[in-house]
């Protein structure tokens, strides 16, 4: 069997079931296909009697991003990471945010590419990108090659995120946390109905599995995606911050994530700004510590405070994070007091000065609106090597950079409110296009950036 093309090759996690059949022990579905079906994911089926992987490799096209594209604050921030989504996924949420590739009925195959995990950390290594980010759709169901590619990473120095929905069995987290250094999780309720009837998944194995990580020694941040008439009640996010409390303690950093409006899920506004600075109030009052806000552009709503004498250790905009007072070790360079920020200095890097202004031959201009404070660049066409400059429209000063080695896609995000939007210039031939992004964590495929120019 083969999917787009692509020959399967054997899974991990399966036990037969009968003559014909399969059990796949990957999620909690359980799934049990016979000879020729897939699962439920449609990316894991069974094959001569074997469970088999159909995704092994299957990406879309990998982007350069930033760390705080996956709701990761307090490791190295600023950090350039490889971000990579592949296709497929173990559950069905009515309101997912990149549905195009998550849901395998509505992929369409010219996005997909396929790298092997040699290929992956060769691209981290020669772009000095220090971290691979496993993001998207959700990388569960690429499991083999999540576990594969993050254990040669690990052996050439380079860190890994895992951001995901957790519907995972606990033999499979078991592996992870021996290769994953960041867990970016998802927790969308803690009520078990809105998981069975927005998701088709259940909602106890996500709590296990949580706990599970909070249990272990791996850096982990947990995500709330406030969903207008789902689960944005005060009651619902009271029950959400007092789970949290209870199981994962009140220093790990909670992001209340703004929504927008996808797949099945149109007919509500993205989530207010008032209702996220409600549910922020809440979680404070409460005694969570640490509390951002995610897809949202708001001044001061996100910086990192001192605990010990309110200096800013890190101040945010969006995506974009700058050091502020705080030391190599993470300590408060005005107080002493520590900060539960990892390595805070190692993600920030100087962007070169270029020596002249001019602008090279080619160029795009992107202005920021209300539904995309960042881009993708997007090389469309040509493989040479090009000199970029990033001229953004307000006070942030003119940079130069090259186009990553083997990448055609990295990101651009607004800076501040005086930054009005970018212009990107070139000193070749190749051919650029630039895809609003709708929100962080969010791949834009080529009909969502035709629908949104
Ligand atoms: S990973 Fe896919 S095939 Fe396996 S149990 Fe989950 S949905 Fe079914």
Known sequence: MRLHGYESRPAMHWKPFSADKVECGLCPRHCRPNNGQMGYCGVRGAVNGALHTFNHGLSLPVAEEYIETEAVVHFSPGARILSLGNIGCMMTCVFCQNWETSQISHLDERHIRRY???EIVNLCLENGITTISWTYNDPVVWHEFVIETSKLAQKSGLRTVYKSAFYIEEAPVDELIECIDIFSLSLKSVSDEF?????????APILSRIEQVARSNRHLEISYLMIPGLNDSRDDVRNMITWVLAHLGDQVPL???AFHPAYKYTGVQRTELGTLIEARNM?????IR???LGNTQQTGANDTICTGCGATLVRRYGLISRPEQINEDGSCSNCGVQSPVKLPLAGFEQWQQPDSSADFKQSLEFHWHSEA????????KGIAPDRLRLRPLGEHPLVERSMPSGLDRFIVSRQSDNDRGVVIS???DNQYKIMPLLDRAHYPVASIAAATE
Do not use: E
């Not at 979680?283 to 005694?287: E, P, Y």
């Open 290 to 292: 640490h509390v951002y």
């Open 283 to 287: 979680a404070s009052d409460m005694g």
């Open 426 to 428: 070139w000193d070749s």
């Open 116 to 118: 092997t995990p040699q």
């Open 255 to 257: 992001h209340l994530v």
């Open 373 to 380: 404070q960042s881009v993708h660049v997007v090389r469309t």
């Open 195 to 203: 998981y069975r009837k927005s998701t088709n998944a259940r909602l």
